[in-house]
C-alpha cells in the first residue's frame, strides 16, 4: 500500500462549481496534512495545511481531515479557470525521523 | 526577500556524465529537501537535512547519489555516473521549524532542475 495515495484524474469541473480532491494515507500516527497545487511547468506551492479532525476554511478552499478514516479531502468553491492545476496531498509521516510523503496528485481542469 | 535558488535550470548530459545541482535555500530556514519528480513515480524525497546535518537519506536510489550540505546557505545534489533512468526535475525545498514542532511541512520549493540524460 502506498504511503499517500490520490486518483490521479484528470478530474474535469464546470467553472462555478465545486471540485473535490481526495487523498488517503497510510500512516496512523501522521498528525499534519497539506494540500499544495503546482500549475504545469512550475514547482509546488502550499495552498492548505489541516492538523486537526474536521473543517478548515481558506476563502474559496476548505480541507477536511478524518485521522479515522485516514482520509484528507480539498474542496474548492467556485472553480475557476486560474484552478486548473495538479493538486498534491502531502502527509507528515513520522518514521524515525519525520519525512514529508506526497501523493501522485491529482489533475483538475476547470471548464469556462 | 529571495525564495529558494537552483541551478542549473536544465541540464543535458550524456550517460556516464557525472551531474551536479545546486542549491541555495531561503535565508533562516534550518531545513532542506530534495526531491526528484517524474510522471511515473510522482514528487519523490531523496534526502534532507536538518541544520546542515543529514537526517533521511533512504530515499537516495543508489550509490551513484549523493549529497552535501557543507554550510546553511549552501547543498548539493551529485550523480555519477549518470544514467538516463536519472532523467527527471529535480526539486530542492526549504522549510523551517516552529517552537514546540519539530517539521511544520511547510515546504517553499525551488524552480527546479530539468535533468535529462541521453
Known amino acids: 500500500q502506498k504511503e499517500v495515495e490520490q486518483n490521479s484524474g484528470p478530474l474535469s469541473v464546470p467553472e462555478g462549481a465545486i471540485a473535490s480532491l481526495n487523498c488517503t494515507y497510510s500512516?496512523?500516527?501522521?498528525?499534519?496534512f497539506f494540500w499544495y497545487r503546482q500549475y504545469s511547468g512550475k514547482s509546488p506551492e502550499l495552498i492548505m495545511f489541516i492538523y486537526s479532525n474536521g473543517d478548515k476554511e481558506d476563502g474559496r478552499f476548505t480541507a477536511q481531515l478524518n485521522k479515522a478514516s485516514q482520509y484528507v479531502s480539498l474542496l474548492i468553491r467556485d472553480s475557476q479557470p486560474s484552478d486548473s492545476a495538479t493538486y498534491l496531498c502531502?502527509?507528515?509521516?513520522?518514521?524515525?525521523?519525520?519525512?514529508?510523503?506526497f501523493g501522485q496528485g491529482t489533475r483538475l481542469t476547470i471548464n469556462p | 526577500d529571495a525564495g529558494v535558488i537552483q541551478s542549473p535550470r536544465h541540464e543535458v548530459t550524456e550517460m556516464g556524465q557525472e551531474v551536479t545541482l545546486r542549491c541555495k535555500p531561503i535565508s533562516g530556514h534550518d531545513y532542506l529537501f530534495w526531491y526528484r519528480q517524474t510522471m511515473m513515480r510522482g514528487l519523490e524525497l531523496l534526502i534532507y537535512?536538518?541544520?546542515?546535518?543529514?537526517?533521511?537519506d533512504s530515499g537516495m536510489p543508489e550509490d551513484r547519489f549523493s549529497a552535501k550540505m557543507p554550510n546553511a546557505s549552501f547543498s548539493t545534489l551529485k550523480i555519477q555516473p549518470s544514467e538516463p533512468r536519472d532523467s527527471a526535475v529535480y526539486f530542492c525545498?526549504?522549510?523551517?521549524?516552529?517552537?514546540?514542532?519539530?517539521?511544520?511541512?511547510?515546504?517553499?520549493f525551488g524552480e527546479g532542475s530539468r535533468l535529462t540524460v541521453l
Open positions: 500512516d496512523r500516527g501522521s498528525q499534519s
Open positions: 537535512f536538518n541544520n546542515n546535518v543529514p537526517i533521511d
Open positions: 502531502a502527509v507528515n509521516i513520522i518514521q524515525g525521523a519525520q519525512k514529508l510523503v
Open positions: 525545498a526549504s522549510s523551517f521549524s516552529r517552537t514546540g514542532l519539530i517539521f511544520t511541512g511547510e515546504l517553499f
